[in-house]
């Protein structure tokens, strides 16, 4: 069944703010990743992070791979109406999961301009 | 490049039809993916391959079927279409079958099972 738990849901701010959504897991993962999916597109992949405690920028979206293993964040500075969409978190185990993934839930966002 | 696309688009499937939804890929990509997304639940993996002639299951395979016959193409079949089987389907593709993260989504197969 499902093993990460991603926090908040959704969440409801104004243009400018920044935004902080995590998601944790009972187990180990190996690589963290962090998608958006706009309304009626597939998930596009935005950060991903390889290694315990790796810090990746991507623009104005900002990922940590927790030092555990078990948790990983993704912060969005100065959101902007495009922002707007699902982000997911997504883990992968490898050794014999290979390149399987494992999904959170999603956080809605949704900015107000 | 295409990317990855899935076929059709929308599908409206009465109880006990059967269905192919299809999932092409132009990148040459070893590994590819099923996933069906449901509303506050993720994506959750259904089938995956791992190249021409491998498949294996995943989360949730009850009621799929799938072959990789070119490593292009991975048809999901829908044996006997069940209301429970309404959600949207993605079909995934990785350049490696070794763990990278790096999947690229189609855009997704809407399925109503009346």
């Known amino acids: 069944g499902q093993q990460l738990n991603q926090s908040p849901q959704s969440m409801f701010i104004q243009e400018g703010e920044d935004v902080s959504m995590n998601c944790t897991s009972s187990?180990?993962?190996?690589?963290w990743l962090w998608y958006k999916q706009d309304p009626g597109e597939g998930p596009v992949l935005l950060i991903a992070?390889?290694?315990?405690?790796e810090l990746t920028s991507n623009g104005r979206l900002t990922a940590q791979f927790g030092i555990t293993r078990k948790d990983s964040f993704l912060n969005i500075s100065a959101s902007i109406p495009s922002d707007v969409g699902i982000y997911f978190c997504?883990?992968?185990?490898?050794?014999?999961?290979?390149?399987?993934?494992?999904f959170g839930e999603g956080t809605q966002l949704t900015v107000n301009p | 490049n295409a990317g990855v696309t899935q076929t059709p688009k929308f599908q409206v499937l009465k109880t006990g039809q059967s269905m192919t939804l299809q999932c092409a890929q132009d990148m040459n990509h070893e590994y590819m993916s099923w996933y069906r997304q449901d509303p506050g639940m993720g994506l959750r993996l259904i089938h995956y391959?791992?190249?021409?002639?491998?498949?294996d299951q995943g989360e949730v395979p009850n009621g799929y079927n799938v072959s990789r016959s070119t490593t292009e193409d991975f048809p999901l079949r829908l044996l006997s279409a069940a209301p429970s089987q309404t959600s949207v389907y993605f079909c995934a593709s990785s350049y490696s079958a070794q763990p990278n993260g790096k999947q690229y989504f189609g855009p997704g197969t809407r399925l109503t099972v009346t």
């Open positions: 391959s791992v190249g021409a002639g491998i498949t």
């Open positions: 997504a883990g992968q185990k490898g050794e014999t999961s290979g390149s399987r993934l494992t």
């Open positions: 992070l390889y290694k315990a405690g």
């Open positions: 187990s180990i993962f190996n690589t």
